[in-house]
C-alpha cells in the first residue's frame, strides 16, 4: 500500500483498485468529497463553511466596533470590583484554612496591598506597563510554577493580582482620557 503511495506521489499517477490509472489531484479531490468509511453521508455538515469568505468580511470594513462602546463595556465591567474582591479574600480564607506551614517557610501575602506594593502599583504606570506586569507576576507566582502545597495560595495571588492590575489599567485609561 505504501508503495502505491509513493508511486503516485513521484509519477502524478494512482492506481485504484478497478478504477486504473488517476492522477493524484483526483484521488484528493475523492478524499475531500467521499464520506469516511463508516460515516454516513447525512452526517457531514451540510452548511459551507468558507474562511476566506468570513476573513474577507472582517477585513471589508462593514463590521464596525466603537472604541467608545469597547472602553464603557471595559468600566461596566470593573463597576463591582470592590465587592469582588471581598468575595475572594472571604473565599481565600476559607480554602486556606486548613493550610499546613513548615516551620521555616515564609508564605506569600495574599492580601491586596502586599500585592499591590509586590506589583509596584504604587508608582503612576503607563497603560502599556500593565501588559508586562502582569506577565513577570505571573512568572514568578504561577500556580504551575509553585510547589504543589502552595499552589491555592498562588492560584489565590494571580487572581488578586490580575484584579489589581486590571482596576489599575481602567483608572490609567479614565485618566488618558481626561
Do not use: C
Request: proline share 5%; no cysteine.
Amino acid at each position: 500500500m505504501l508503495s502505491a503511495w509513493i508511486h503516485a506521489l513521484t509519477t502524478g499517477e494512482a492506481d485504484i483498485g478497478t478504477r486504473g490509472k488517476r492522477d493524484f489531484a483526483s484521488l484528493l479531490d475523492d478524499l475531500f468529497v467521499a464520506p469516511d468509511k463508516g460515516e454516513e453521508a447525512g452526517a457531514r455538515s451540510s452548511i459551507p463553511f468558507d474562511y476566506l469568505s468570513v476573513a474577507d468580511e472582517l477585513h471589508s470594513g462593514r463590521i464596525k466596533l466603537s472604541g467608545e462602546t469597547f472602553a464603557a463595556e471595559y468600566r461596566e465591567a470593573g463597576a463591582d470590583l470592590a465587592s469582588e474582591f471581598v468575595a475572594l479574600l472571604d473565599q481565600a480564607k476559607l480554602a486556606l484554612a486548613g493550610e499546613e506551614l513548615k516551620p521555616e517557610e515564609k508564605l506569600p501575602p495574599i492580601d491586596p496591598e502586599s500585592i499591590a506594593v509586590e506589583l509596584g502599583l504604587d508608582q503612576p504606570k503607563q497603560v502599556a506597563d500593565f501588559g508586562r506586569m502582569r506577565r513577570s507576576f505571573a512568572f514568578a507566582n504561577h500556580p504551575d510554577r509553585v510547589a504543589p502545597h502552595l499552589r491555592q495560595r498562588a492560584m489565590i495571588r494571580m487572581q488578586v493580582a490580575n484584579m489589581l492590575i486590571d482596576e489599575a489599567k481602567r483608572l490609567a485609561l479614565a485618566g488618558a482620557r481626561r
